[in-house]
Nanobody, 115 residues
Framework: QVRLVESGGGLVQPGGSLRLSCAASESIFSSNVMGWYRQAPGKERAMVARVSSGGNSVYADSVKGRFTASRDNAQNTVYLQMNSLKPEDTAVYYC?????????WGQGTQVTVSS
């Protein structure tokens, strides 16, 4: 029902920055939580950041102080600003929208941090 499309990934050197965007095909106003997750090769998909409808955010310990998640309900878009990137941040990043018991995933965007 809801299509999520991530963009903004790419190759960046350690210490660099990227901003990911997630555009939703439908309103996310009623979504209590929008989230960013990532999956590195050979690893489980893990939560990076989650943003409530009121704008409150929680972050994985590994990204606290470096990543900032935000959402623009009017534009049906969520963002993930990633600063001070490390090679360990290399992964496919996914957007997730939650509507009560129903949730949707985006297709993912690749982020590679390498010198």
């Amino acid at each position: 029902q809801v299509r999520l499309v991530e963009s903004g990934g790419g190759l960046v050197q350690p210490g660099g920055s990227l901003r990911l965007s997630c555009a939703a095909s439908e309103s996310i106003f009623s979504s209590n939580v929008m989230g960013w997750y990532r999956q590195a090769p050979g690893k489980e998909r893990a939560m990076v950041a989650r943003v409530s409808s009121g704008g409150n955010s929680v972050y994985a310990d590994s990204v606290k102080g470096r990543f900032t998640a935000s959402r623009d309900n009017a534009q049906n878009t969520v963002y993930l600003q990633m600063n001070s990137l490390k090679p360990e941040d290399t992964a496919v990043y996914y957007c997730k929208a939650e509507f009560g018991a129903v949730y949707y995933w985006g297709q993912g965007t690749q982020v590679t941090v390498s010198s």
